[in-house]
T-cell receptor, first 114, second 115 residues
Framework: KAGVTQTPRYLIKTRGQQVTLSCSPI?????VSWYQQTPGQGLQFLFE???????NKGNFPGRFSGRQFSNSRSEMNVSTLELGDSALYLC?????????????FGPGTRLTVL | AQSVTQLGSHVSVSEGALVLLRCNYS??????LFWYVQYPNQGLQLLLK??????LVKGINGFEAEFKKSETSFHLTKPSAHMSDAAEYFC?????????????FGTGTRLKVLA
């Protein structure tokens, strides 16, 4: 079974631009979560989608948004990029509808904002 | 609100020595607890999880962790460190009563194994 895939793996953008990151979960997984990882703040939860509905959202500004498609693939979008948005963005998927099951992480997309 | 504290952002051990990585949590309800490992330029891989079954949890690569409710701790141990254990380790908590996968992660502990 293929793991969680994220595209692209690396991105370089400039301030003010917008970016879209993509995540394909493991086949059959319906929950997709996104995390931002930075050296200063560590791993921070962005949002989680289950069956195309956002179930939970972290404490991030509205510039960060996401969506999930009927095939469970998910995208996150960051508008009006700031230098502080430079980070590794991780996507994770799980099959279960309730908590307690393992989340499977993708390799991440490293975003650099210049 | 839930939180996780990992004591020691960097830990060094000699090859063959005991590995002890500390994790304390704060949760108003019985939580699910996890340890993940991250190797350079990779995503996170689950080492083990606690979901209210046995308090001593065995994971992959010889790691284990013990859930101690009285101490609100979930420390990760391995009897004998191997060079391949050098990585960053994250403790995470998720509420057991929620239908969401919002994990709260600790700040991570980077493990260095000395030859």
């Amino acid at each position: 079974k293929a793991g969680v895939t994220q595209t692209p793996r690396y991105l370089i953008k400039t301030r003010g631009q917008q970016v879209t990151l993509s995540c394909s979960p493991i086949s059959g997984h319906r929950s997709v979560s996104w995390y931002q990882q930075t050296p200063g703040q560590g791993l921070q939860f962005l949002f989680e989608y289950f069956s195309e509905t956002q179930r939970n959202k972290g404490n991030f500004p509205g510039r960060f948004s996401g969506r999930q498609f009927s095939n469970s693939r998910s995208e996150m979008n960051v508008s009006t990029l700031e230098l502080g948005d430079s980070a590794l963005y991780l996507c994770a998927s799980t099959a279960a509808a309730t908590g307690g099951e393992e989340q499977f992480f993708g390799p991440g997309t490293r975003l650099t904002v210049l | 609100a839930q939180s996780v504290t990992q004591l020691g952002s960097h830990v060094s051990v000699s090859e063959g020595a005991l590995v002890l990585l500390r994790c304390n949590y704060s949760s108003s309800v019985p939580p699910y607890l996890f340890w993940y490992v991250q190797y350079p330029n990779q995503g996170l891989q689950l080492l083990l999880k606690y979901t209210s079954a046995a308090t001593l949890v065995k994971g992959i690569n010889g790691f284990e962790a013990e859930f101690k409710k009285s101490e609100t701790s979930f420390h990760l141990t391995k009897p004998s460190a191997h060079m391949s254990d050098a990585a960053e380790y994250f403790c995470a908590v998720s509420p057991s009563t929620s239908g969401t996968y919002k994990y709260i992660f600790g700040t991570g502990t980077r493990l260095k194994v000395l030859a």
